[in-house]
């Protein structure tokens, strides 16, 4: 090894009878993003995703939107995770851990990450209404569950503040960035180093 680390980018398609999804990431982008999921909110929240967590990011999405949203939102979620998971690789080289807290005027969320290979998410986010615009506030967990699972992240979204929906969801996916960017960044003192005593971040 010369302790230089390779590109980090990579392509996933997901297709079943429910929708079909694809979506490019490079890890260590500048923050661009091209979203269409056919879902407005859920547009705005990658793009917040990208552009905070510094991800390169493309996400074309085709659903049954006729029934409701639940599909393409958890898919979306499936696809993204599968792609950090790709792009990492063997996760060498990574500070793996990461933790940010969001405001957003009077909501504020915390996120803290564990590239531990082993998956799970602690949620701990309440939301005063059943929707914002037209996407049902509950597709947020959904969201985030498929998210860390396919990525094979430990994650904790808790939210300290808020009563705006609109804000506390934003601040989540905010966090969530943030956290996401400090646990991939590359660590210099570790070199092509695997962040683990085992050798291996895996299950």
């Not at 989540?172 to 180093?193: C, H, I, N, S, Y």
């Amino acid at each position: 090894m010369d302790g230089t680390l390779t590109p980090r980018r990579a392509e996933i398609a997901r297709a079943t009878s429910e929708t079909r999804i694809r979506a490019t990431l490079d890890l260590d982008g500048s923050g661009a993003s091209e979203i269409a999921t056919g879902i407005g909110f859920l547009d705005h929240m990658l793009t917040a995703l990208a552009r905070h967590g510094m991800l390169d990011l493309t996400v074309e999405a085709q659903g049954d939107l006729h029934i409701d949203f639940h599909h393409t939102t958890e898919d979306v979620g499936i696809v993204l995770g599968q792609a950090v998971r790709k792009a990492l690789g063997e996760k060498r080289g990574i500070r793996r851990y990461g933790h940010a807290v969001v405001p957003m005027d009077e909501a504020l969320v915390e996120a803290a990450i564990d590239i531990s290979g082993r998956p799970f998410l602690a949620w701990n986010v309440t939301f005063a209404r059943d929707k914002i615009g037209e996407m049902d506030t509950e597709l947020f967990e959904e969201f985030f569950r498929a998210f860390a699972t396919n990525a094979g992240i430990t994650l904790h979204v808790i939210q300290k503040a808020g009563s705006n929906a609109h804000h506390i969801a934003e601040a989540a996916f905010k966090a969530l960035a943030r956290a996401l960017r400090a646990a991939v960044e590359p660590d210099p003192r570790a070199g092509v180093a695997i962040p683990s005593t085992k050798g291996v971040l895996e299950a």
